[in-house]
Every structure is written in structure tokens, then in C-alpha cells.
């Protein structure tokens, strides 16, 4: 196995961004990647995307891609793992370089969502559970994730207010992004007051819909050295799934399948979990989190809402968490997340993050969920 190191990223802001497509979104976030790398020759794409056939009414988009952006005539396959197809293109192409199929790879994801209705997208997320047992029956993914909040906040005696911090927290970071979706900072009030969507998720507990694409180059760490002063190494990559039906699960107020990532990514890159300097991890709404937070072991059980209340999260805390704002603020292009996540935490080690900088920080970690936990992703990375 090789050493694996990012030597490019390139992201697009997220938004309502209709005058984009699919082609040109990801077409600028590799423009933007291979210009950072040093314009290396491409051996291979990966490209993480959701549902480009029901959002745009357009699949086998890996090869379309692949062509608009220059690449005509090498390997490319799109990965879709649901809201975690980001991530799975990025351990799909570490493990290419890392094993000698390819030297040179570009990873990216793209998500084109807001041309399509808001409650046709929401039934296109929805996809991502059950649909024959759970949706059938009206169990949608936020009544999951609401249902899991009441039963957090009762078991551990948790407050609204926590969450709503949570989400404070996150606009502020996202307002010194200049690719967030949300860049502006809001008050516990408009957290805490806004419209209700399955109580006790709030609007201001929820990620937004968005069009956006990000993309990175890999490489194996012994070429890098050659086109970048600053490679920034996946020391550690983790794949966990559950049981895919939420409702047959052992333990609804924890997330096996990423306790299980985050146990091989610490395993194989040999550091446990107080060594990592911050993290991006999956907040489509801010139940799910608290769960991250503590799978993860940043945390004891039924601990995150002190550290969210005490501060630990922030910038300057202990415990910096989703400097880049997260899917909460950032924004949340479904199939690009994960590679948003990987690019956020590249800049914060190169030291390039500016106004959101972490500083000293030499070890991040992401973390990139489908559905409720079906399945989960952790990558560590150390500069």
C-alpha cells in the first residue's frame, strides 16, 4: 500500500445557482482542483453524486463529465452511496492510488438540486431509507431524525437550546466561508423560533437544499513532494454500515456503522480520537450531530449538548468542529458533501482557511453519513 496525498482541491460556492449545470459546476470545481495540483496528467475520475437522474433527468454522468471537463479517454465511474457518495468516491480513489492502479486521480462530487420542486426533492432524498417499509408507511428521513431528537433529548435530559446553540455556531463559522450557501450569523432566537418541520426539528435544525461541486486531486505522497510544498496525507479511511432498516436497530441513539468507520480510520492511522485538531462532520440536521460528536469519541454519551454549550466546538475550542459552517450552513450538495468536507479540512492544514482558520491544527478528520446512519465514512488526514 502507498502513502496517499491530496495535492488539489477546488470548490464551487453552493447556492441557488440556476444559471449553473451539472456540466459546468463540476467542470469549474476540477478547473479549480488541477490548478492547485499543478495541472498533473489525470490517470482516473471518481465522482460521487446522488441522483443526477431524478434531479436532472441525467445518468451515466460520470463519462458526460468526465468529457466536459477535459478528460476524454480515461476511467470514470460515478460512486452513489446516498448522501455519503462523496466520501465514497474519495475512499474509492485512495484505495487506487494507495494500491498502484492508478497514480494521479481526480475525486469530486456535484449535486444539482435546486432546478427540481422542493417537495419533489425531499421525496428524492427521501430514497435514501427504506422505501417499502418505512417511506411506504409515511416514515420519512426527518421524522427519523425527529423522533431520535425526543428520545435524546429525554433520555439525557437534553434542552432545545443546545441544538439551536449548535446551529448558532455553525452560521457563525459559515459567514467567514466565502463558499457557504449561509454566510451570515443568526441569533438563538431565530434558532430557537423558526418554522417547526417535525417537532422538535426546527428549520434552523435542518441542512438546505443546494447546487454545488467540489473536487480533489491524489496522488501517491512520494510524487507529491514534486508539485506541492504542502501534501496533506489520508493517514486513516474507514467504511461502516448498519442495519439498513432504522426501525430493526439495537440502539437508536447511536450510529454503529460510523463508531465502526471511526475504529479502523483510528486503527489505521494509530492516533485516537483527542489527537485530532478538528473535524467536518455530517450535521444534515443537529440530532444527528450530537450522535456524530459522540461515535466519534470527541465525547462521552449524551455529552455533546455541554460541549455545544460550553464552547468546545468553537474555532478556538478544544473541540473545533465544521469550520466550514457544515451541511447546516455551508450547505449540504448531497453528492458533493463529502468531498467539501475532505477540501475544507486540506485548506485548515495548509493553514489557508483564513478568517475560519484553526490554528496549529495538523490533524482533521471527516465524516460523511448516508440515510440515518445506514452507512458512514471517516477519513483522517494529517499535513
Given amino acids: 500500500m502507498r502513502k496517499v496525498a491530496i495535492i488539489g482541491v477546488g470548490m464551487t460556492k453552493i447556492g441557488h445557482l440556476f444559471s449553473e449545470s451539472l456540466r459546468s459546476l463540476f467542470s469549474n470545481a476540477v478547473r479549480g482542483a488541477l490548478e492547485d495540483a499543478g495541472n498533473p496528467k489525470i490517470d482516473a475520475l471518481y465522482l460521487g453524486n446522488m441522483s443526477a437522474g431524478q434531479f436532472n ?9 468526465s468529457d ?3 478528460f476524454n479517454g480515461i476511467p470514470a465511474t460515478k460512486i452513489e452511496e446516498g448522501c455519503g457518495s462523496g466520501a465514497a468516491a474519495i475512499y474509492t480513489g485512495y ?3 494507495a494500491s498502484g492502479v492508478h497514480d494521479f486521480v481526480v475525486v469530486g462530487g456535484v449535486e444539482k438540486m435546486m432546478d427540481t420542486a422542493t417537495n419533489d426533492a425531499t421525496s428524492i432524498i427521501s430514497t435514501v431509507t427504506d422505501q417499502e417499509y418505512e417511506a411506504f408507511l409515511g416514515l420519512s428521513l426527518v421524522g427519523i ?4 431528537m425526543r428520545l435524546y433529548m429525554d433520555t439525557f435530559g437534553v434542552e432545545r437550546e443546545s441544538f439551536a446553540k449548535f446551529s448558532v455556531q455553525m452560521h457563525d463559522n459559515a459567514s467567514k466561508n466565502p463558499y457557504a450557501q449561509f454566510p451570515f450569523r443568526i441569533s438563538m432566537d431565530k434558532a430557537m423560533n423558526s418554522d417547526p418541520v417535525a417537532e422538535p426539528i426546527h428549520l434552523m435544525d435542518c441542512a438546505p437544499l443546494g447546487d454545488g461541486a467540489s473536487a480533489l486531486v491524489l496522488c501517491p505522497k512520494e510524487y507529491a513532494k514534486n508539485l506541492t510544498s504542502s501534501p496533506i496525507e489520508i493517514i486513516g479511511a474507514g467504511h461502516g454500515t448498519d442495519n439498513f432498516i432504522f426501525h430493526t436497530r439495537n440502539d437508536f441513539l447511536s450510529l454503529k456503522a460510523t ?12 492516533i485516537t480520537p483527542g489527537k485530532v485538531d478538528l473535524a467536518e462532520i455530517h450535521d444534515a440536521f443537529s440530532i444527528t450531530a450530537f450522535l456524530t460528536m459522540e461515535d466519534l469519541g470527541f465525547v462521552e454519551k449524551g455529552a455533546a449538548a455541554q460541549a455545544v454549550d460550553e464552547g468546545l466546538i468553537s474555532l478556538d475550542g478544544p473541540i473545533p468542529l465544521n469550520s466550514s459552517g457544515g451541511l447546516k450552513a455551508r450547505g449540504h450538495p448531497i453528492g458533493a458533501t463529502g468531498v467539501y ?3 475544507e479540512i486540506v485548506l485548515q492544514l495548509r493553514g489557508e482557511a483564513g478568517a475560519r482558520q484553526v490554528q496549529g491544527a495538523e ?3 471527516t465524516n460523511n453519513i448516508s440515510g440515518f446512519g445506514a452507512s458512514s465514512f471517516v477519513h483522517i488526514l494529517s499535513s
Avoid: S, T
Fill in 68 to 70: 466536459f471537463a477535459g
Fill in 341 to 343: 468536507q475532505m477540501a
Fill in 95 to 97: 484505495k487506487a492510488v
Fill in 259 to 270: 463508531r465502526d468507520a471511526a475504529r479502523d480510520a483510528y486503527r489505521m492511522a494509530r
Fill in 363 to 365: 490533524i482533521g478528520l
Fill in 57 to 65: 433527468n441525467q445518468e451515466n454522468i460520470a463519462v458526460l463529465l
Fill in 145 to 148: 431524525n425527529a423522533m431520535v
